[in-house]
């Protein structure tokens, strides 16, 4: 999970879908992080934390740190949460990017519409709230994606 800073939106989507990747029995290692590195070493943010909190979920153990090549070969997808991100993600991967690996991810909720998850950075808690429900919603479908790839029979 993949966004500029690693302490708003990307630490969301990883909490959220580690809790539903266990909920549903799959073993997935889920990990987050930035581009940009501004934040490196910082946890995430406050209102980001308080919104996971309220719905169960802790990420206060979590640590920004920037994307490097080697997320290109050890992750077999990796999701950005809006189009200047993947740019970015273009950039510092070079040769180990694949757009094959790395898309969009909105699309697993809205398929082939190229949305962006709303940088919630500059705004109040509202926007944190709907963020999260955003990510919520996507984490639900990405799983119900993959578990009807691979013809999964126990459902959500
Ligand atoms: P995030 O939000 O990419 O969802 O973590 C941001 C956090 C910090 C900055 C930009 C976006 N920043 O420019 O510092």
Redesign the pocket.
Known sequence: MV????????PLAEGILQKKAAAAGLQWEIDSA?T?G??DGESPHKLSQKVATANGIDISEQISRQITQEDFLRYDRLYA?SDDVLDDMKRIGGRHFKASQCTLFLNELHQEKNKNVP?P?YGKEDGFIQVFQLIDRTCDALINNYLQKTNYTEKL
């Open positions: 966004c500029l800073g690693n302490i708003c939106r990307s930035g940009n501004f934040h949460m940088d950075w």
